[in-house]
T-cell receptor, first 111, second 116 residues
Framework: SQQGEEDPQALSIQEGENATMNCSYK?????LQWYRQNSGGGLVHLIL?????REKHSGRLRVTLDTSKKSSSLLITASRAADTASYFC???????????FGQGTTLQVKP | EAQVTQNPRYLITVTGKKLTVTCSQN?????MSWYRQDPGLGLRQIYY???????DKGDVPEGYKVSRKEKRNFPLILESPSPNQTSLYFC???????????????FGPGTRLTVL
């Protein structure tokens, strides 16, 4: 069953605006990761937040984690057209290493 | 450069014609796995391997085989491909401990397979 569910499914904003994507999951986790998928298909790891962290920053990315609500959010500040992509959260089945991905949020940043 | 490579990147084939998608990593990772990505279904794990000669089924293993004879390679074999195996395939790798802890995994560029 899908563990990470993203919201919204699609988001369209103007360049310079901030984009916020949310992810919910069902079971306890060690870490939660965010990946980006470009139109060409490649999956790129963006950021990992551990279960004992509440917030993490990486450049224009800010990730929060609320383990009590089993949710995470990814904020991209000052968005650029090059940020246009799909974004996925992923949790892990620790006994097999299997990553469980959400359905993703498709972000379009208009120039 | 640390990377996961997949070949081919694109493949169009016909039903029943055996094919192999190769995956290779140069990071000395113990853990490797295969996923397929389909619209509306997301990414699903096909097979994984925790080390050489150790492989196990993921969520959707039917119609696929894998082998892990060397640490760096983890080929995905479709003995008799069918149209429902048309998909985007990803190989991933990581340290075994990283995988077990849900840490970062490194993905290949993807192989877009069409089975006619």
């Amino acid at each position: 069953s899908q563990q990470g569910e993203e919201d919204p499914q699609a988001l369209s904003i103007q360049e310079g605006e901030n984009a916020t994507m949310n992810c919910s999951y069902k079971t306890s986790i060690n870490n939660l990761q965010w990946y980006r998928q470009n139109s060409g298909g490649g999956l790129v790891h963006l950021i990992l937040i551990r279960s004992n962290e509440r917030e993490k920053h990486s450049g224009r990315l800010r990730v929060t984690l609320d383990t009590s609500k089993k949710s995470s959010s990814l904020l991209i500040t000052a968005s650029r057209a090059a940020d246009t992509a799909s974004y996925f959260c992923a949790t892990c089945s620790s006994n097999t290493g299997k990553l469980i991905f959400g359905q993703g949020t498709t972000l379009q940043v208009k120039p | 450069e640390a990377q996961v490579t997949q070949n081919p990147r694109y493949l169009i084939t016909v039903t029943g014609k055996k094919l192999t998608v190769t995956c290779s990593q140069n990071m000395n990772h113990e853990y490797m796995s295969w996923y397929r990505q389909d619209p509306g279904l997301g990414l699903r794990q096909i097979y994984y391997s925790m080390n050489v000669e150790v492989t196990d089924k993921g969520d959707v293993p039917e119609g696929y085989k894998v082998s892990r004879k060397e640490k760096r390679n983890f080929p995905l074999i479709l003995e008799s491909p069918s149209p429902n195996q048309t998909s985007l395939y990803f190989c991933a790798s990581s340290r075994l401990q990283q995988a077990a802890q849900g840490d970062t995994q490194y993905f290949g560029p993807g192989t877009r397979l069409t089975v006619l």
